[in-house]
């Protein structure tokens, strides 16, 4: 498999990320434009922004738990040349299941629907790894 394709799936979830984070820069200041959230009461972190906000930041932190795992596996899989088609192909399904997780987080955040999401997204990446583990160790 070529870098480039290999690698996209990765692009578009940093995309992801980079969208969330500037959805929650936004909802942050318009929480604190309209006076909903005023700067006392979040300078020393605490927890009082907005609902909308509060749910965007969230959603945000999410990006930075179970997707590092995936970076991990194409950061190895790439140099060790097991980058294949079956890398790429759930690449894209983990990428579509993260997708579909921060849809539901940032809309209805419907949490049962989300867990779902969370979870096939999961069991993708739990096969990407066994995949790749059985690739390493049986060649």
Request: glycine share 4%.
């Amino acid at each position: 498999m070529s870098v480039q394709m290999v690698l996209l799936p990765v692009f578009v979830l940093i995309g992801l990320a980079f969208a969330l984070l500037l959805g929650m820069a936004v909802a942050r200041t318009r929480s604190l434009r309209s006076g909903e959230t005023r700067f006392k009461d979040i300078a020393l972190r605490e927890p009082n922004w907005s609902l909308r906000a509060t749910q965007i930041a969230n959603c945000f932190s999410n990006q930075f738990e179970v997707p590092v795992l995936f970076y991990v596996l194409i950061a190895l899989a790439l140099p060790l040349r097991h980058a294949d088609l079956v890398i790429v192909v759930l690449s894209w399904v983990f990428v579509f299941t993260r997708f579909v997780h921060a849809g539901i987080f940032v809309t209805s955040n419907n949490v049962p629907r989300r867990g779902m999401a969370w979870f096939a997204g999961v069991v993708v990446l739990m096969a990407m790894w066994i995949y790749f583990a059985l690739r390493i160790l049986l060649v």
